[in-house]
């Protein structure tokens, strides 16, 4: 069974929902025939790549004074999942992050990559809007420096990968993330609590189709 989780690595709901799908997901009998691939959306694909501010003032200039107590209030959250949460971070383009990420899902190491992203970025408000501090995540989820580095300097490199990804988010149907596709059947949005994501594993392995029984292609869940 596959589990397709679109989502951006500055986006505190995609911090805390992963979490709370990794925890369901733990507790899910069938969790060693579950593949989980997470796919790319830039909260500001428009960004340049070069403007990088603290989260408390992105906040403030697109929702008014109430902007950083949203931030707030998702660190709160956060905690009651275990989660370490710093409000003190910067917001920056997520574009060479993702391209990364393909590289990483190309070696087997997306999800360790994307772990690191979250951690440095939430937990130590860390940048993770440069080259430099991007290929030492790199490494440290085992990338080669060398490939890394190849793709951070071609800005080409997984392009492609990245803007597929997002078309495919906007033909489900996907305005938010975190968006959960799972078994190309069942959809899920937002944060949503473990219970909720234990609950939709448990209906899409009970209703995934016999084996070798073709599934509709082209259909946004739920049609």
């Known amino acids: 069974m596959r589990v397709e989780i679109w989502g951006d690595v500055v986006c505190p709901w995609c911090y805390i929902g992963t979490a709370r799908f990794e925890k369901a997901l733990t507790g899910f009998a069938h969790r060693d025939q579950v593949e989980v691939t997470h796919r790319s959306f830039e909260l500001d694909p428009a960004r340049d790549k070069t403007h990088v501010e603290p989260v408390h003032k992105m906040l403030a200039d697109k929702f008014g004074p109430q902007g950083p107590g949203m931030d707030r ?3 709160t959250t956060a905690a009651g999942e275990g989660l370490a949460y710093r409000t003190d971070r ?41 080259p430099d501090a991007l290929l030492g995540l790199a490494l440290a989820a085992g990338l080669d420096a060398d490939e890394a580095r190849r793709v951070l300097d071609d800005p080409d490199a997984y392009l492609n990968a990245v803007r597929a990804d997002e078309r495919e988010a906007a033909r489900l149907g996907a305005t938010g993330v975190p968006f959960f596709l799972i078994d190309h059947r069942y959809a899920l949005s937002g ?25 509709p292609r082209g259909r946004r869940p739920g049609q």
Do not use: C, M, Y
């Open 73 to 75: 209030q998702a660190a």
């Open 90 to 130: 910067q917001v920056g383009s997520t574009l060479d992050a993702h391209r990364l990420l393909h590289l990483a899902k190309a070696h087997g190491l997306q999800h360790q990559l994307l772990n690191l992203l979250f951690e440095a970025n939430f937990a130590h408000a860390r940048t993770i809007f440069t």
């Open 191 to 215: 944060g949503r609590p473990a219970e909720a994501f234990a609950q939709a594993l448990h209906t899409a392995w009970t209703q995934r189709p016999p084996t070798g029984t073709a599934r």
